[in-house]
Every structure is written in structure tokens, then in C-alpha cells.
């Protein structure tokens, strides 16, 4: 059973820049792609950024492509989201998310129904 905690979330002004963390529990963290999505309201939860088990390969949403940068430390059973230059359309619930139906993933797309484990989000909110 895998647990994510969020963490690095909060109230940002346009421009600013924010960084996410997520703690993993499990003995396998190393062996799952990760992810993190968001939700913002009364729109669908949406795969914002991703990293392969090994980090060697990594998805970004067009829209955050640039600004966005997925990392993770397999030591540490962390996985990261560094936000810069960030904008009011980035406003919502970020959900860290583990891709455990899959090990071992390392493939170029990564569908929200797919990730089997999910943190209990952390609000991001930018300013304009």
C-alpha cells in the first residue's frame, strides 16, 4: 500500500515560481512512474507533468512546457514539481499520484485513470 503526502503549495503572484514535493511511502516507490495532475474548478483533473521509474524520461502538458520541471530522488521516495513563471490559468488543486497499475513505466503517455494512488492535493493559487 503507497501513501503521498503534498507538500509546497500556497498563494503565489504571477510571475513567482513554487515548488512541490511529495513523499512516498513503500518499498517500491523506485520501481512506479509519478506524476502530478490538477484540478481546477469544474474542469476535468488533468496530467500536468510526469517521470518515468527511472527519471530518464519525463511528460509535460503543452501548456506548462518550459516553466514546469518533474523531477524525483529514489532515495528519498520523494518526487518534485518546480513551477516558475507561473500564471493565474495554473490556479488549482495539485494531486501527486503514483503509477502503480503499471511498473516500471517508462512510456510517453500517462492517462489520469491509470495513476492508482493518489495524495490529498495541495492548492496552488496565483495571483494576477
Known amino acids: 500500500q503507497v501513501r503521498l503526502v503534498e507538500s509546497g503549495g500556497g498563494l503565489v503572484q504571477a510571475g513567482g515560481s513554487l515548488r512541490l514535493s511529495c513523499a512516498a511511502s513503500?518499498?517500491?516507490?523506485?520501481?512506479?512512474?509519478m506524476g502530478w495532475l490538477r484540478q481546477a474548478p469544474g474542469k476535468e483533473r488533468d496530467v500536468v507533468a510526469a517521470?518515468?521509474?527511472?527519471?530518464?524520461?519525463?511528460f509535460y502538458a503543452d501548456s506548462v512546457k518550459g516553466r514546469f520541471t518533474i523531477s524525483r530522488d529514489n532515495v528519498k521516495n520523494t518526487v518534485y514539481l518546480q513551477m516558475n513563471s507561473l500564471e493565474p490559468e495554473d490556479t488549482a488543486i495539485y494531486y501527486c499520484?503514483?503509477?502503480?497499475?503499471?511498473?516500471?513505466?517508462?512510456?510517453?503517455?500517462?492517462?489520469?485513470?491509470?495513476?492508482?494512488?493518489w495524495g490529498p492535493g495541495t492548492q496552488v493559487t496565483v495571483s494576477s
Open positions: 499520484a503514483a503509477y502503480v497499475t503499471t511498473p516500471y513505466y517508462s512510456g510517453s503517455y500517462y492517462s489520469p485513470g491509470d495513476f492508482g494512488a
Open positions: 513503500g518499498r517500491t516507490f523506485s520501481t512506479w512512474a
Open positions: 517521470i518515468s521509474w527511472t527519471g530518464g524520461s519525463t
